[in-house]
């Protein structure tokens, strides 16, 4: 099974500062990795798949880089919304055996 | 307009088997590359994904849990149904199902529904 760590578990930070994610897969994924947001009582929400692709409606101040093993989302300004959970998964080679990672909680210093 | 509703039982005991349905709108799954994907999260944990089913068919499960569950799809009646057998209290959780494409991720998320067993 692909194990995905993610790193910090969690971010302090002032709103307008940039936020940087860190997601580490056990094995090589190619790009094959979304990112997902998680507000309190709400479902998960698609920001990011193919590593680097936005999904519809997110902002450009998501973005995500990485390939292989090594993956960053990157917030470049953050917004009082973006105060969340924020959860990497891999879906590698079809059909997929998806994980998770544990999540990186970003919250207000 | 792309949605999906889950529903079954909110209150089980152990041993018991949980059936849960995913209806949805939007699409159909008999369109190629097409799934539908179940997540459960317990509270205050993280993500668990726990099976998939596509259009041809093809189906994954979570290794940690294969052997008690089962995922079907009802193609004219827009449904997927999961069932997991001898439930146990760690079962507890918020249970998700979610649309997915071989070529992205889980785009479009149901907004849950609480399973609890005691």
């Known amino acids: 099974e692909i194990v995905l760590t993610q790193s910090p578990a969690i971010l302090s930070l002032s709103p307008g500062e940039r936020a940087t994610l860190s997601c580490t897969a056990s094995q090589s994924i190619s790009d094959t990795l979304a990112w997902y947001q998680q507000k309190p009582g709400q479902a998960p929400r698609l920001l990011i798949y193919r590593a680097s692709t936005r999904a519809v409606g997110i902002p450009a101040r998501f973005s995500g880089s990485g390939s292989g093993t090594e993956f960053t989302l990157t917030i470049s300004s953050l917004q009082f919304e973006d105060f969340a959970i924020y959860y990497c998964?891999?879906?590698?080679?079809?059909?997929?055996?998806?994980?998770f990672g544990p999540g990186t909680t970003v919250d207000m210093k | 307009q792309i949605t999906l509703q889950e529903s079954g039982p909110s209150l089980l005991k152990p041993t018991q088997t949980l059936t849960l349905t995913c209806s949805f709108s939007?699409?159909?799954?008999?369109?190629?590359?097409?799934?539908v994907a179940w997540i459960r999260q317990t509270p205050g944990k993280a993500l668990q994904w726990l099976a998939l089913?596509?259009?041809?068919?093809?189906?994954r499960y979570s290794r940690s849990l294969t052997d008690r569950l089962t995922i079907t799809k009802d193609t004219s009646k827009n449904q997927v149904v999961l069932t997991l057998t001898n439930v146990d209290p760690l079962d507890t959780a918020t249970y998700y199902c979610?649309?997915?494409?071989?070529?992205?991720?889980?785009?479009?998320w149901g907004l849950g529904t609480l399973v609890t067993v005691s």
């Open positions: 998964q891999q879906y590698h080679k079809w059909p997929p055996r998806i994980t």
């Open positions: 979610a649309h997915t494409h071989v070529d992205t991720a889980l785009d479009y």
């Open positions: 089913i596509y259009w041809d068919d093809s189906k």
């Open positions: 939007g699409f159909s799954l008999n369109t190629n590359g097409v799934g």
